[in-house]
């Protein structure tokens, strides 16, 4: 075999192997709670900002997160009521962060406080709740954390707590955030 159809051979062999290639694709989770084996879709986001929260380190936050048959109702930029039927988990956060959920990891504080920033305390779940009804077994967490990250707009929130019952209750959720300034 002469050079020249050596080298043909080479060409045509890479374009097989390159024209095999193809990008490969992220995949992100679905944004959901899983709790006693079974997955719950969360499709919405809000934080509510309380600012500087003396004696305790930084800002006082709560972070609520929800499935879409939940609805928060508002009047003049203020949480009015929350109702529908649903799934909800949320969390009371110290954060460094002003108007926006800080990134970093979270830890359940059982303290009386005050509370340090990077700590959570107050906390629950709720699986199939009805809002109006007010009809709902209450989880509520005694340790775990929070991990929160920041893409563009949108919040990358994972968690893994343990719930006073001792079950685990894990979930993540990507999307952004509605904020609601309470201070």
Do not use: W
């Amino acid at each position: 075999m002469n050079i020249f159809a050596k080298c043909q051979f080479a060409i045509v062999l890479f374009s097989f192997v390159f024209a095999g290639c193809k990008d490969e694709e992220v995949v992100v989770p679905k944004s959901n709670l899983t709790f006693e084996g079974k997955d719950y879709e969360l499709a919405n986001g809000i934080l509510i900002d309380f600012g500087k929260f003396p004696p305790h380190e930084g800002s006082g936050q709560e972070l609520f997160l929800s499935s879409s048959g939940v609805t928060v109702h508002e009047t003049a930029g203020k949480i009015d009521s929350i109702y529908g039927a649903g799934h909800a988990i949320f969390f009371q956060l110290f954060t460094a962060g002003v108007g926006e959920l800080g990134e970093g990891e979270y830890t359940f504080d059982y303290s009386q406080g005050p509370f340090k920033t990077g700590s959570f305390v107050y906390s629950y779940a709720v699986f199939n709740a009805d809002f109006v009804k007010r009809a709902e077994n209450i989880y509520e967490m005694i340790q775990g954390t929070v991990t929160v990250k920041k893409d563009k707009t949108d919040y990358v929130i994972t968690f893994d707590c343990i719930e006073d019952g001792g079950k685990h209750i894990t979930g993540f959720f990507k999307g952004p955030l509605k904020v609601y300034d309470e201070k």
